[in-house]
């Protein structure tokens, strides 16, 4: 079954230290993967996706299929990148395309 | 633009009420999306439309019902709300093919009594 397992419901960081999301997923196909991200009072919104292979506010990712994951990642934290973050995973089993979501994993950023 | 918009922005409900939820995007996109959101629990599909006058069903459907009106609004009603119904809705839109990044609304957090 297609899922997507986001470990931490909490992740506390000191400013300028590393952040690693962990994302992995389930998917029997080829994978089109995605990270969202919603800060306070804000819509959610996408922060980046694997195709693009782009680095977004500092972020990165790397789909690991061997791993089955998709990790989230930056070198030096800011209080700014407090929020929730979403892995999410295109699902092209139905009708049309739709995304599985992670439960999200808050990223608290202490100054 | 105003890219996605969903009104009310909050409501409360006694059980049993019914409502509807509206969205509606003015990006051209073909498909929409309820979601709903809970602690805990993430984001989670309750309907969706892949075009004007198409809808399926999501992971979490019962309970609720949908209506793609035209191309760009997709509302969603509950018949009977249930406390188990109180949350937070999200409706998205997608151009699908060309990109399939998801336009999400502010949001309708939603009270069941």
Known sequence: ?111 | NAGVTQTPKFQVLKTGQSMTLQCAQDMNHNSMYWYRQDPGMGLRLIYYSASEGTTDKGEVPNGYNVSRLNKREFSLRLESAAPSQTSVYFCASCPLGDSNEQFFGPGTRLTVL
């Open chain 1, 1 to 111: 079954a297609q899922r997507v397992t986001q470990p931490e419901k909490l992740l506390s960081v000191f400013k300028g230290a590393p952040v690693e999301l962990k994302c992995n997923y389930s998917y029997s196909g080829s994978p089109e993967l995605f990270w969202y991200v919603q800060y306070s009072r804000q819509r959610l919104q996408l922060l980046l996706r694997h195709i693009s292979r782009e680095s977004i506010k500092g972020f990165t990712a790397d789909l690991n299929k061997g791993e089955t994951s998709f990790h989230l990642k930056k070198p030096f934290a800011q209080e700014e990148d407090s929020a929730m973050y979403y892995c999410a995973l295109m699902n092209y089993g139905g009708s049309q395309g739709n995304l599985i979501f992670g439960k999200g994993t808050k990223l608290s950023v202490k100054p």
